[in-house]
């Protein structure tokens, strides 16, 4: 269980501030040590020698949690961009719903604070649909988009045809609750654009699929190799329509690049833990026994030898 450290204050509007997190554990969200090693290894391999270039994006951020993690992985001259309705209104009815239902504690605010917890400037933020990031956003410009924005199927099918616009040929685009039994609309359009050969399957987690709009089979190369020096990854490789998808399954997985916070919360030492009472003064229940059961000038003749013996 993860405690926040910090109380919280009120502001100036009168709403109390959100609690500012010591760990990344105390952000709260959904990104599993599971795909936290995955990002780190797509995203790793990007930042190489050879990598490639490009912007960073996430539709749907809910308190921060991935994009946290992702803007740990931004180089300087690129941009990460996050958009997100956050606390401002839904455009549609089945929106507003799946909002109050899902989402009914997000808020800009929190984003910010625990962003900022962790990084010290935010990205960019969008704060609307994520229906215009095809507006906003450079075309062709991202090499790592991840989706985790509306369940609704209307929308993640824009949310794939935008990632489609934005992404660079190679680039990785990652698919929250891809396979969720709560999250039909996500499956549905998600294995549509894979059906039609447009979006390529590179591998699958329990929560998220990894594709890109490029060739799969550079990404799958190098995925493999990797795999077969970890033993805390199960992989098989399944055949769909005669292409390739490297199917993952978590043994025992550690995240080990974990985002640390900008200002940890001081360490405590424990207290001392006092000495039980008769340890401190070793002679004090030996005399009360005898003063109660020996005879009185037996305990004389006791106490008397003692002091003769300290003398």
Same mark, same amino acid.
């Given at each position: 269980m993860s405690h926040v450290s910090q109380a919280s204050v009120t502001t100036t509007d009168g709403e109390p501030a959100p609690l500012v997190p010591t760990t990344y554990d105390e952000v709260k969200g959904w990104f599993s040590a599971y795909d936290q090693v995955l990002f780190d290894w797509f995203l790793t391999r990007q930042n190489s020698g050879e990598g490639q270039l490009g912007d960073?994006?996430?539709?749907?951020?809910?308190?921060?949690?991935?994009?946290?993690?992702?803007?740990?992985?931004?180089?300087?001259?690129?941009?990460?961009?996050?958009?997100?309705?956050?606390?401002?209104?839904?455009?549609?009815?089945?929106?507003?719903?799946?909002?109050?239902?899902?989402?009914?504690?997000l808020t800009r605010r929190g984003f910010e604070t625990n962003y900022l917890a962790f990084h010290e400037a935010l990205p960019t933020l969008i704060q609307a649909p994520?229906?215009?990031?095809?507006?906003?956003?450079?075309?062709?410009s991202c090499r790592f988009v991840h989706?985790?924005?509306?369940? +609704?199927?209307?929308?993640? $099918?824009?949310?794939? =045809? @935008?990632?489609?616009?934005?992404a660079a040929p190679d680039a990785v685009v990652v698919f929250d609750d891809y396979r969720s039994e709560h999250t039909p609309g996500?499956?549905?359009?998600?294995?549509a654009a894979v059906v039609t050969g447009e979006l390529h399957p590179i591998c699958t987690s329990a929560m998220k699929l990894y594709a890109t709009w490029g060739d799969p089979a550079p990404h799958q190369a190098a995925l493999l190799a990797w795999l077969?020096?970890?033993?805390?990854?199960?992989?098989?490789?399944?055949?769909?329509?005669?292409?390739?998808?490297?199917? +993952?399954?978590?043994?025992? $997985?550690?995240?080990? =690049? @974990?985002?640390?916070?900008?200002?940890?919360?001081?360490r405590v030492e424990p207290a001392p833990v006092p000495a039980p009472a008769a340890a401190r003064r070793p002679g004090v229940r030996w005399r009360k026994l005898a003063k109660d059961l020996l005879p009185p000038v037996v305990t004389r003749a006791i106490v008397a030898r003692n002091r003769r013996r300290r003398a």
């Open positions: 960073l994006l996430e539709l749907g951020a809910f308190m921060g949690k991935s994009a946290i993690f992702l803007g740990g992985y931004l180089r300087p001259g690129e941009e990460f961009t996050v958009c997100d309705l956050f606390d401002s209104p839904a455009t549609d009815d089945f929106n507003i719903a799946e909002n109050r239902e899902s989402y009914p504690t994520t229906s215009v990031v095809a507006d906003e956003v450079k075309p062709a989706i985790d924005a509306s369940h +609704l199927y209307e929308h993640v $099918v824009t949310d794939i =045809a @935008s990632s489609r616009l934005v996500v499956a549905a359009a998600v294995w077969e020096e970890r033993t805390d990854l199960r992989h098989d490789v399944d055949m769909i329509d005669g292409r390739p998808l490297v199917r +993952l399954t978590d043994q025992g $997985v550690v995240a080990s =690049a @974990s985002p640390q916070p900008l200002h940890p919360a001081p």
